[in-house]
């Protein structure tokens, strides 16, 4: 028998809040505007773990910048 492991390919809202180490009306806010980006299934919003990568690494491109 051959066991198959499924590995998760989005998270909620609320997992990415858990990730970012903020609070869930932020990250909500965060989703809307289009910061994180975001797909509608049904009535949830999904997030894949590349698109929290891709604003963890715009906002520390950001930060750089305004050091510099």
């Known amino acids: 028998m051959t066991t ?8 909620t809202t609320a997992e990415v809040a858990v990730m970012l180490g903020f609070g869930l009306s932020k ?3 965060l989703v809307l505007t289009g910061e ?5 299934v ?3 919003r999904r997030i894949l ?3 929290v990568d891709e604003y963890v690494q715009r906002v520390a ?8």
């Open 4 to 11: 198959t492991v499924i590995t998760r390919k989005w998270h």
């Open 27 to 29: 990250t909500k806010m």
């Open 36 to 40: 994180i980006r975001s797909v509608k």
């Open 42 to 44: 049904g009535r949830n």
């Open 49 to 51: 773990p590349a698109w």
């Open 61 to 68: 491109a950001d930060a750089e910048g305004w050091a510099a």
